[in-house]
């Protein structure tokens, strides 16, 4: 695969596909690319004719308490993953390409409301760290789509807002939560886990479908079950954020005629904070 890291570069060999009518995807990544990106990249070879894929840890997007020092930066490995599936360029920006790593001082998306709860009121900066870099990768590709993974689903709820108030040209496109055969979900910070840690880790989905089963047989006690699900969680050697039950296009608190709902969870274990969601569909 193609790696670049000039944005004019960028724009030369997106130029050329446009010329040829070709719809272009984007996906943006942090690196440390696991089997969940690649499925958002496979997605995006099945739904359009080029896919770029973009790397940059985002300082924007991580508290001063924060893993960004830490962060696992793989690029040999992230470039060797990208060859088993189509992309067509990786795009690997600087932060002076970007031109921005002090969010304080610069030029910057907010998404009221939807930044500052769940995980944004436990991560500040977070909300707003993404909706900018990804506002700049977006006028940096011109994708005509972009594909997010529903593992990240507040963050997906709100570029879809953000989208849609700011007038994008991109379609968004969800991608399901790739999990490990005992159900943990992939992600770049469940390498943060010592063994003990990683053996109680499948815990978080499981109780989150055990929630999901008894809204399923008609609990409607929404602050119950959450409570409840603290509790277990906690039992089970997490030290949890939250657990919350949500409408599921909004992430507003449910109303007793929604049917759609999302359950959503972010719990400590050890360094690694881990985040997990599921649907409800009332029936
Ligand atoms: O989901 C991620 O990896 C990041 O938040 C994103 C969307 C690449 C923005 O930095």
């Known amino acids: 695969v193609e790696s670049l890291g000039s944005t004019a570069q960028l ?41 770029v894929v973009s790397l940059f840890v985002n300082p924007m997007q991580f508290g001063p308490d924060e893993d960004f020092a830490t962060y696992p ?9 990208l060859m088993e599936v189509d992309a067509d360029l990786l795009f690997v920006p600087d932060a002076r390409e970007i031109r921005a ?58 570029i879809r807002r953000m989208v849609d108030e700011l007038c994008f040209p991109v379609t968004v496109e969800a991608v399901a939560t790739v999990r490990e055969a005992d159900g943990l979900a992939l992600s770049s910070r469940n390498q943060y886990l010592n063994a003990t840690q990683r053996a109680t880790a499948p815990r978080l989905y499981r109780i989150l479908r055990g ?6 047989a008609g609990a409607r006690d ?9 509790a277990e969680l ?6 949890p954020d939250y657990v919350s039950i949500r409408r599921a296009d909004d992430l507003a608190e449910p109303a007793p005629q929604d049917r759609r709902l999302r359950l959503l969870a972010a719990a400590w274990l050890g360094t690694a904070r881990l985040i997990d969601n599921v649907g409800i569909s009332i029936s």
């Open 11 to 51: 724009r030369e060999r997106i130029r050329h596909w446009r010329e040829r009518g070709e719809r272009i995807a984007l996906v943006p990544t942090m690196g440390n690319l696991h089997a969940g990106h690649l499925k958002l990249v496979r997605h995006g070879c099945a739904i359009a004719d080029r896919v």
């Open 234 to 239: 906690a039992a089970a050697g997490f030290r």
């Open 211 to 216: 929630v999901r089963a008894r809204v399923a």
């Open 101 to 158: 790593d002090d969010l304080e001082k610069t030029t910057r998306v907010e998404v009221p409301g939807l930044s500052t709860i769940l995980c944004g009121a436990f991560r500040p900066v977070f909300f707003t760290g993404v909706a900018t870099v990804v506002t700049r990768l977006f006028n940096m590709v011109q994708p005509d789509i972009a594909i997010f993974g529903e593992k990240d689903y507040q963050q997906l709820v709100l």
């Open 222 to 230: 929404y602050p119950g079950l959450e409570a409840g699900a603290m």
């Open 73 to 81: 930066r793989t690029l040999a490995a992230d470039t060797a993953a």
